[in-house]
């Protein structure tokens, strides 16, 4: 049977899941399930042939009993209140599993960023802040990058904000650029966090990094960062792609080449040391580590019987779906959740906010060490915990994410 699950309602079978498992007290699975609160934002943007066009944003706060909100902003077209309450589900999830002392949020606008030229771009950006400020603050929420939108987007709002406040905030996002406060390092930090995940996982199996074959699905801020610090150790990457499509090396692409080229030309299609893939085949190559890093839904109920790779570590969040990650679990392939995998941004993130409202910043050298060390930490956590609990990955890091949650809902005194 195939399925047709929306994100929320795919995040909500994965809680479920879990909540069955770890006889999750129903009062706190009753709080889990929705959202603290949703705002969706009309606005208006002048576009540059003089018309004025209307936008849809959204801002969800998940859960904030762990600390105040935090998570991206996506700008894509196909963004909507579901895709965003399953993200911030998601992020209140990861900033556990890390613990880092944040809730979950996220936020995103329907638009495809590169129809917009960089004038309109920044008008929506600061229009869109404005409306959703209500709910941001060092304290209270803080955006960080995701799909669409960069350092650049991240500099805007802290504009807006700080134009609204009337003095410079920069804790109010993360993600920025270093000459306003940004972090040193949060640029390559997912990926980064991918990679050392990726060979905790073959360590605790035996493996090692070095020689493995990878496919990355997604050459953006994830994927080209994770694909580079695999090349750099030591692994054959086969195939990359994006939304133009994909490329293949069975003898392993040349990624600093590969960066000279995307940046001259806008995409990974055309490489020449590369001949063309489909890009779904990307999927079903039989490498060792496959990295999906692109959008949400890609291995589901369909298509996961094709997949031949040993260990999927998934750089985007919600890749796979819940009748994927049975069909992959039977098969055998190990399976290491977005909620672990891709929390190195976040983790930097939170070392940006320290920073910020510390004014004390820091080398990069000290930022990766702290990455390193709080992502090898909350992977044994989870591998111990599949190890107790004789399960996979996903459902492991659950037990600690949502445990870790329940543990302070309840320690608030909700549920005396
Ligand atoms: N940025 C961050 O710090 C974090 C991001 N994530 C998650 O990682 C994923 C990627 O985010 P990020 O790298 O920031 O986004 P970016 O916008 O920087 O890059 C997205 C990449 O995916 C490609 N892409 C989009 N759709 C497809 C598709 N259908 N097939 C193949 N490639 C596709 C894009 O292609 P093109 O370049 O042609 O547009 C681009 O290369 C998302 O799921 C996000 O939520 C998770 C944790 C942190
Ligand atoms: O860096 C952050 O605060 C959030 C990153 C993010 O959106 C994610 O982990 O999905």
Same mark, same amino acid.
């Given at each position: 049977?195939?399925?047709?699950?929306? =994100?929320?309602?795919?995040?909500?079978?994965?809680?479920?899941?879990?909540?069955?498992?770890?006889?999750?007290?129903?009062? *706190?699975?009753?709080?889990?399930?929705?959202?603290?609160?949703?705002?969706?934002?009309?606005?208006?943007?002048?576009?540059?042939?003089?018309?004025?066009?209307?936008? &849809?944003?959204?801002? *969800?706060?998940?859960?904030?009993?762990?600390?105040?909100?935090?998570?991206?902003?996506? $700008?894509?077209?196909?963004?909507?209140?579901?895709?965003? /309450?399953?993200?911030?589900?998601?992020?209140?999830?990861?900033?556990?599993?890390?613990?880092?002392?944040?809730?979950?949020?996220?936020?995103?606008?329907?638009?495809?960023?590169?129809?917009?030229?960089?004038?309109?771009?920044?008008?929506?950006? #600061? #229009?869109?802040?404005?409306?959703?400020?209500?709910?941001?603050?060092?304290?209270?929420?803080?955006?960080?990058?995701?799909?669409?939108?960069?350092?650049?987007?991240?500099?805007?709002?802290?504009?807006?904000? +700080?134009?609204?406040?009337?003095?410079?905030?920069?804790?109010?996002?993360?993600? /920025?650029?270093?000459?306003?406060?940004?972090?040193?390092?949060?640029?390559?930090?997912?990926?980064?966090?991918?990679?050392?995940?990726?060979?905790?996982?073959?360590?605790?199996?035996?493996?090692?990094?070095?020689? =493995? &074959?990878?496919?990355?699905?997604?050459?953006?801020?994830?994927?080209?960062?994770?694909?580079?610090?695999?090349? #750099? =150790?030591?692994?054959?990457?086969?195939?990359?792609?994006?939304?133009?499509?994909?490329? $293949?090396?069975?003898?392993?692409?040349?990624?600093?080449?590969?960066?000279?080229?995307?940046?001259?030309?806008?995409?990974?299609?055309?490489?020449?040391?590369?001949?063309?893939?489909?890009?779904?085949?990307?999927?079903?190559?039989?490498?060792?580590?496959?990295?999906?890093?692109?959008?949400?839904?890609?291995?589901?109920?369909?298509?996961?019987?094709?997949? /031949?790779?040993?260990?999927?570590?998934?750089?985007?969040?919600?890749?796979?779906?819940?009748?994927?990650?049975?069909?992959?679990?039977?098969?055998?392939?190990?399976?290491?959740?977005?909620?672990?995998?891709?929390?190195?941004?976040?983790?930097? +993130?939170?070392?940006?906010?320290?920073?910020?409202?510390? =004014?004390?910043?820091?080398?990069?050298?000290?930022?990766?060490?702290?990455?390193?060390?709080?992502?090898?930490?909350?992977?044994?956590?989870?591998?111990?915990?599949? /190890?107790?609990?004789?399960?996979?990955?996903?459902?492991?890091?659950?037990?600690?994410?949502?445990?870790?949650?329940?543990?302070?809902?309840?320690?608030?005194?909700?549920?005396?």
């Amino acid at each position: 049977m195939s399925e047709h699950l929306d =994100s929320f309602a795919m995040a909500q079978q994965q809680l479920a899941a879990v909540a069955e498992r770890i006889n999750l007290d129903p009062n *706190v699975h009753e709080v889990l399930k929705s959202p603290k609160r949703e705002l969706t934002v009309h606005f208006p943007v002048s576009m540059r042939d003089g018309s004025i066009k209307m936008f &849809t944003g959204y801002r *969800v706060h998940h859960n904030l009993t762990r600390g105040p909100a935090k998570g991206g902003i996506r $700008f894509h077209p196909e963004t909507d209140i579901s895709e965003v /309450k399953a993200l911030a589900f998601w992020m209140t999830i990861k900033c556990a599993v890390v613990n880092l002392p944040f809730g979950g949020a996220k936020g995103g606008v329907a638009c495809d960023p590169r129809q917009l030229n960089l004038a309109e771009l920044e008008d929506l950006t #600061r #229009r869109y802040t404005t409306e959703i400020a209500i709910l941001l603050g060092p304290d209270k929420d803080i955006p960080a990058p995701d799909m669409g939108t960069n350092g650049q987007t991240m500099a805007w709002i802290m504009d807006t904000y +700080s134009m609204l406040k009337g003095t410079t905030v920069p804790a109010v996002v993360t993600g /920025k650029p270093i000459a306003i406060g940004g972090s040193e390092g949060r640029i390559e930090a997912t990926g980064r966090g991918v990679v050392t995940i990726a060979r905790e996982t073959l360590l605790s199996r035996g493996n090692q990094l070095p020689d =493995s &074959t990878v496919a990355v699905q997604g050459f953006g801020n994830v994927g080209a960062a994770a694909a580079k610090l695999f090349y #750099r =150790s030591g692994c054959k990457i086969q195939a990359v792609s994006d939304v133009q499509g994909a490329i $293949f090396n069975q003898n392993g692409l040349d990624i600093l080449n590969l960066e000279d080229w995307v940046k001259k030309t806008g995409t990974v299609v055309g490489f020449p040391e590369s001949e063309p893939l489909a890009p779904e085949e990307l999927l079903y190559l039989p490498v060792d580590l496959l990295i999906p890093a692109a959008l949400q839904n890609q291995l589901t109920g369909e298509n996961a019987h094709k997949v /031949k790779a040993r260990y999927i570590i998934e750089g985007a969040n919600g890749p796979t779906t819940p009748e994927a990650d049975k069909i992959l679990n039977d098969k055998g392939v190990v399976v290491v959740p977005d909620v672990l995998a891709n929390a190195g941004g976040v983790t930097v +993130s939170y070392f940006e906010w320290v920073q910020g409202l510390q =004014s004390f910043f820091w080398s990069e050298s000290e930022v990766n060490a702290k990455l390193e060390q709080i992502m090898v930490r909350a992977f044994g956590q989870v591998n111990a915990a599949a /190890k107790k609990h004789n399960c996979d990955f996903r459902t492991a890091a659950y037990i600690v994410g949502v445990g870790r949650v329940a543990e302070a809902i309840t320690a608030l005194g909700i549920f005396p």
